[in-house]
């Protein structure tokens, strides 16, 4: 049996597409018979994230990440996150001289950016240095790794994401029926990062719904009296949103990919975004959705696609796909590794 170990800072009970897709492949490919183990902070103490305290970050101890390796001894380690988790078990394979691999999800430079006044150069920086040790770094879309590549970022490969098709599918509108319609929909962390603001300031006929919660919500609830916040949804209740809403609208300019867009088409709702990383690899060639840099555009145009074309769109993303991906760029960890930095 192949023994993988997934890395990873980010986990239940976070809400997010990095622990989403990581919890859904290392599933799907338990499922083919890899015994799949995941190193989080669940194992060891944490403390909230200065500014963000919903996310609460790990303070692993060395040895203890050395002991979980080593009493696992994998076949295989994918480290998924740059963070303190993340570097321990760099460090351990690189020390050891064991091959490994790394993922790119989240634009960090820019969302740590957005929050404190650290240049994205020395946070880009980082980053390099973490994922130039790697025998692959797997990025979500084309688009992000040529962004990467002008950075200077090397050993790339696409490791795409899927939607589960059946917890999400057209159904009847269940919801919102006793608001003005169009209904527009926001699903996500209510941050500064995800450009909320674009959407909840459209000068747009309807109600602006928003899905989600986060170190935003309540400053923007005061400020939008007219916006109808839910909190966090999930299960039937957030697949009944996605059903009931006329449109998704995604305002990140950050994102490197978008599941909810994803889940969203595959409820046959379509999509209205700005023409930036993300939404141009998942909505290529508007299937599905709108892009224009006026957010209102794209909005009016997401409203007269048909939903069977969200739906059709959607339905060429699976998880079965995506963990082919992942497995295939795997790399033997007793292969020494040619290039560390």
């Keep these: 049996m192949v023994r993988l ?22 599933q799907t490919l338990a499922a083919r018979g890899y015994e799949v183990l995941y190193l989080t902070p669940e194992t060891f ?12 970050v790990s303070m692993p101890s060395l040895r203890g990440v050395q002991e979980f390796i080593d009493k696992f001894n994998p076949h295989h380690i994918h480290i998924a996150t740059e963070g303190p988790l993340g570097l321990a078990a760099r460090g351990y394979c690189v020390t050891r001289e064991l091959a490994f691999t790394t993922s790119y999800h989240t634009r960090f430079p820019e969302y740590v950016a957005a929050r404190l006044p650290v240049p994205v150069e020395w946070s880009y920086g ?15 879309t084309t688009s992000v790794l040529r962004d990467l590549r002008r950075k200077f970022f090397r050993h790339l490969a696409i490791w795409s994401r899927g939607v589960d098709l059946k917890a999400f599918s057209p159904g009847p509108k269940a919801k919102f029926a006793g608001l003005p319609g169009p209904h527009l929909l926001y699903v996500g962390r209510v941050a500064v990062e995800k450009n909320i603001e674009a959407f909840l300031e459209l000068d747009h006929p309807g109600t602006k719904i928003v899905v989600g919660d986060g170190p935003q919500r309540a400053a923007l609830a005061d400020r939008h009296r007219d916006v109808v916040f839910t909190g966090k949804l999930t299960g039937s209740a957030l697949r009944d949103a996605y059903r009931s809403a006329d449109v998704l609208v995604f305002p990140s300019r950050t994102d490197t990919f978008g599941n909810v867009m994803l889940e969203a088409m595959a409820c046959g709702t379509p999509v209205a975004a700005y023409p930036v990383m993300g939404p141009i690899d998942v909505l290529a060639r508007e299937q599905g959705g709108a892009l224009d840099e006026d957010l209102g555009a794209a ?25 082919d991906q992942f497995a295939r760029r795997l790399a033997p960890v007793r292969r020494q590794i040619a290039h560390v930095a």
């Design 5 to 26: 170990l997934i890395v990873s800072d980010a986990w239940h009970p976070q809400v997010n597409g990095v622990v989403r897709s990581l919890d859904t492949v290392g």
């Design 45 to 56: 103490w944490t403390v909230p994230l200065p500014t963000y305290p919903e996310i609460r």
């Design 126 to 140: 980082y980053l390099r240095w973490f994922h130039a040790a790697a025998s692959v770094t797997m990025v979500p």
């Design 299 to 323: 909005v009016r145009r997401a409203l007269a696609i048909p939903r069977s074309e969200a739906l059709a769109r959607a339905r060429q993303f699976t998880w079965d796909a995506a963990a």
